[in-house]
């Protein structure tokens, strides 16, 4: 499929561990994703590159969001450790047929319908 799918999200607790999943149909440059918390504009989480797995994050989510790219399943995941309440939000999964891990969304081509993630404290 060329939109990507989501999976995983839910309710936990502040501290805890949770992941989501992203799979997408083969081509695109990199996979990157966002999160929109109600009331505020989508925002850059993560990206990595496909071939050669580099990777960038939002300085919010440095040391605990780690994102990951499973090249025979075609599946990104995003391990979210040491949750916050305000990391509540839909997060999206998105990606790129340009040479780019773009933290800005206008860069990505194809949007999945999101995930959400409550945190609770």
């Known amino acids: 499929q060329v939109q990507p799918v989501e999976s995983g999200g839910g309710s936990v607790q502040s501290g805890d561990p949770l992941s989501v999943s992203c799979a997408a149909s083969?081509?695109?440059?990199?996979m990157a994703w966002f999160r929109q918390a109600p009331g505020k504009e989508r925002e850059f989480v993560a990206a990595?590159?496909?071939?050669?797995?580099?990777?960038d994050y939002a300085d919010s989510v440095k040391g605990r969001l780690t994102i990951s790219r499973a090249v025979s399943t075609n599946t990104v995941n995003l391990q979210m450790n040491s949750l916050k309440p305000e990391d509540t939000a839909v997060y999206y999964c998105?990606?790129?047929?340009?040479?780019?891990?773009?933290?800005?969304?206008?860069?990505?081509?194809?949007w999945g319908q999101g995930t959400k993630v409550t945190v609770s404290s």
């Open positions: 998105a990606t790129t047929l340009t040479n780019t891990r773009d933290v800005n969304t206008a860069a990505y081509d194809y």
């Open positions: 990595i590159a496909w071939r050669n797995g580099n990777r």
């Open positions: 083969f081509g695109f440059y990199a």
